[in-house]
């Protein structure tokens, strides 16, 4: 069983910044892939962005790629999400989940096993 809390969510005003945090139990975390993906309002959740645990890779969509950056750091078990130049079509509930099968798709929602609470981020114009 792996529990996922992240952090670091809120409001900002467009072009600014925010760093996601996702904290991870469990001892096999470095196994997993981690990603995050967002859901805003009356649309369906989409993938951002993951980090693969063979290799430590990451990929990122092609709408936040150059102004979000992934990254986990398996000592601690976290993953980050470092968002840049945020823009209003960011706000959405940001979403952390671990995929634990190593799934060769991993920018769907159904190759993860285990989903944080999600965290708000707002972006004003």
């Known amino acids: 069983q792996v529990q996922l809390v992240e952090s670091g969510g809120g409001l900002v005003q467009a072009g600014g910044s925010l760093r996601l945090s996702c904290a991870a139990s469990g001892r096999t975390f470095s196994r997993y892939t981690m990603a995050w993906f967002r859901q805003a309002p009356g649309k369906e959740r989409e993938f951002v962005a993951a980090v693969r645990w063979s290799g430590g890779s990451t990929h990122h969509a092609n709408s936040v790629k150059g102004r979000f950056t992934i990254s986990r750091d398996n000592a601690k078990n976290t993953v980050d999400l470092q968002m840049n130049s945020l823009k209003p079509e960011d706000t959405a509930v940001y979403y952390c989940?671990?995929?634990?099968?190593?799934?060769?798709?991993?920018?769907?929602?159904?190759?993860?096993?285990?989903w944080g609470q999600g965290t708000q981020v707002t972006v004003s114009s």
């Open positions: 989940a671990a995929d634990a099968q190593e799934s060769v798709v991993f920018t769907t929602s159904t190759a993860y096993d285990y």
